[in-house]
């Protein structure tokens, strides 16, 4: 039962339902994530969590772009499962649909200063490359937030979402498991320190401000005006 209500409610308020209320608009970026130990052990989202987020907190560990059509709503993100990918809400939700048939937590934020039509377009462009598990900056492969500092541009064609040194390490300064297997692997070393983005740090930018109260398992949008 909570699980359908929540599906319901996010379609809902997605959607549209009344002239007063809030609804997504083109360009509001959706964050995913989950509280510290909701996560899967072993997982990249643990790894993500683990050198990004606070524990007891939310940790954001995935940001999408919505486009918002007149008769329906797709997703720009880049996963490792599609690369740089645009398909429905639905495959969306379907994709970060958790093992015991519940959601994870959304945040959805809207960036101000911005084209948010032509960031989306931007988007669009980006579409077929591959995600970029080396997190390496200025390579044709994109990660999840690198998509997004990518497309936000200002009125003088900057990136809004500045770099920063990259942070993999857990908070008692270990480097996680998942991380050390991932770069061995990939036959080079984990790039501690080199520019870069992640979502939880993107999430609390100035240039962002909420359209959402965010729930367990609910998307619950707050009015557009």
Same mark, same amino acid.
């Given at each position: 039962?909570?699980?359908?209500?929540?599906?319901?409610?996010?379609?809902?308020?997605?959607?549209?339902?009344?002239? *007063?209320?809030?609804?997504?608009? *083109?360009?509001?970026?959706?964050?995913? $994530?989950?509280?510290?130990?909701?996560?899967?052990?072993?997982?990249?989202?643990?790894?993500?969590?683990?050198?990004?987020?606070?524990?007891?907190? !939310?940790?954001?560990?995935?940001?999408?772009?919505?486009?918002?059509?007149?008769?329906?709503?797709?997703?720009?993100?880049?996963?490792?499962?599609?690369?740089?990918?645009?398909?429905?809400?639905?495959?969306?939700?379907?994709?970060?649909?958790?093992?015991? $048939?519940?959601?994870?937590?959304?945040?959805?934020?809207?960036?101000?200063?911005?084209?948010?039509?032509?960031?989306?377009?931007?988007?669009?462009?980006?579409?077929?490359?591959?995600?970029?598990?080396?997190?390496?900056?200025? *390579?044709?492969?994109?990660?999840?937030?690198?998509?997004?500092?990518?497309?936000?541009?200002?009125?003088?064609?900057?990136?809004?979402?500045?770099?920063? @040194?990259?942070?993999?390490?857990?908070?008692?300064?270990?480097?996680?498991?998942?991380?050390?297997?991932?770069?061995?692997? !990939?036959?080079?070393?984990?790039?501690?320190?080199? @520019?870069?983005? *992640?979502?939880?740090?993107?999430?609390?930018?100035?240039? !962002?401000?909420?359209?959402?109260?965010? !729930?367990?398992?609910?998307?619950?949008?707050?009015?557009?005006?």
């Amino acid at each position: 039962m909570k699980q359908i209500l929540s599906l319901f409610i996010i379609l809902l308020v997605a959607f549209g339902c009344g002239q *007063n209320q809030g609804r997504l608009r *083109n360009g509001d970026l959706i964050f995913v $994530g989950r509280t510290s130990g909701e996560t899967e052990t072993g997982s990249m989202d643990e790894a993500i969590s683990s050198a990004t987020g606070e524990k007891g907190a !939310l940790n954001l560990t995935h940001v999408a772009i919505a486009e918002v059509k007149a008769d329906s709503i797709w997703i720009i993100d880049a996963t490792a499962a599609r690369g740089v990918d645009r398909h429905p809400l639905d495959t969306f939700l379907r994709d970060f649909k958790l093992p015991d $048939g519940s959601y994870p937590e959304f945040v959805v934020k809207r960036v101000r200063g911005v084209d948010a039509d032509a960031a989306v377009e931007r988007a669009k462009t980006f579409c077929g490359r591959a995600y970029d598990v080396r997190f390496l900056p200025d *390579n044709e492969e994109l990660y999840c937030s690198e998509l997004v500092q990518m497309c936000y541009l200002d009125a003088d064609g900057k990136r809004v979402f500045e770099s920063e @040194p990259m942070n993999f390490k857990a908070p008692d300064g270990s480097m996680p498991p998942y991380w050390e297997k991932l770069f061995e692997e !990939l036959g080079m070393e984990v790039p501690q320190g080199l @520019p870069g983005t *992640n979502p939880q740090k993107m999430c609390s930018a100035e240039w !962002l401000f909420d359209v959402s109260s965010v !729930l367990k398992n609910v998307i619950i949008f707050a009015l557009a005006h």
